[in-house]
């Protein structure tokens, strides 16, 4: 599990992370009243009505039945999706803090046996185990039995040349004339007091919209005007001008 605050870079680490082990990326989006039907499974019923249909035009309903309550009529959710495939995959539960508490319930016989149980089905067991990422910003505390299942990692924000260098690595070469700036004016921001949130992608962002205003270096200007543009809260901007100041 990955922890740490909005914007840190939980969600960014799990794309690394499944471009590395070139597993495919599979997200489950975790938001409140999250239920079984969109994260597990849930019944294929247009399927299955054709399926009677069909099945009474040729008088044979009682044989076929039982085939109606299959693996092949059940539409998959990301986490049953990411057990029957044979290929590496990467389960990223992003935001599980967003869930509800009882959502978590869910995930215990996944986490514990790489299995999920259907009742009309039976117990699935993993093609081929995947690797199980969570993400968790402390939005409410975590479930015991969620919290034995899994070993933990806390992410801050990074130093001002660690977020120097993500910005090198992110954009393009010539961002390499804006050196530490962007780095240093977030850093600094931060230290007022202002939760921007900003992340890597919006710093990449930030940098890119610089150079493309013809801005070959920092500007004061041109940092408050695209200050403006992405703080999404009034109160954080007005720590913005005073610092900036």
Known sequence: MISGPTGVGKTELAKVLSAILNARLIRLQCYEALDES???????IQRQLIKIHLSHQKGDFQEEEEDLFSLSYILQRPLLEAITQKEQVLLLIDEIDRSDPD???????LLS????????????????????????????ELTEPLRRRCVFLYLDYPAID????????????????????????????????????FASPQLVDWAKTILMLNAGHYQKDYVDNLLAALERYKENYSSLESSMG
């Open 103 to 109: 959502f978590e319930s869910l995930l215990l016989e």
């Open 113 to 140: 046996d790489f299995q999920i149980s259907i009742p009309e089905v039976g117990t699935i067991q993993a093609v081929r185990k995947p690797v199980v990422v969570i993400t968790n910003s402390g939005e409410r």
């Open 38 to 44: 969109k994260a597990l499974y849930d019944w294929n």
């Open 162 to 197: 660690e977020e120097a260098a993500i910005i090198r690595t992110k954009a393009s070469n010539e961002l390499e004339i804006l050196k530490e700036n962007i780095a240093l004016a977030v850093a600094k921001v931060r230290d007022q007091g202002a939760q921007l949130g």
